[in-house]
């Protein structure tokens, strides 16, 4: 009776890890993705749990595991605590923004309004359309 060999996690995801490292070496892109892949590389007995786990949940998907450490090394080498504080200032900015340009506009409408109720009543034009 033949046996199945399921793969090794912790191989299918490092491999994974050095495709991806390999890439950017190739095309001189993202060194500090790269040094995040060696650090995962070098921790593997730390890491093997998790390999499990990202294994079981996604090798059935065709990249999954790849997709998942890609995201796993990228938030990794370039999530930033102030660019996070300084994006949800601006978000709470702009909505402050819209909200006066809503006033504004809706001022603006009845101003319009008023504007063409006195053009049409009472003779005089004001050249504008």
Request: with cysteine; net charge negative; charged share 25%.
């Amino acid at each position: 009776m033949a046996t199945l060999l399921m793969p090794d996690p912790t191989q299918v995801c490092e491999d994974a890890l050095r495709a991806d490292k390999a890439y950017n070496v190739e095309n001189a892109i993202l060194p500090s993705e790269n040094k995040i892949i060696d650090r995962l590389l070098a921790r593997r007995v730390e890491l093997v749990s998790a390999y499990a786990e990202i294994y079981e949940k996604l090798h059935d998907r065709e990249h999954g595991i790849a997709t998942i450490l890609g995201i796993v090394t990228n938030v990794a080498a370039f999530w930033n605590p102030q660019k996070v504080a300084d994006a949800r200032d601006a978000r709470v900015r702009l909505q402050k923004v819209n909200h006066e340009i809503a006033e504004l506009a809706m001022d603006l409408a009845g101003l319009l309004e008023e504007r063409s109720e006195i053009g049409n009543s009472s003779g005089f034009a004001s050249d504008t359309h």
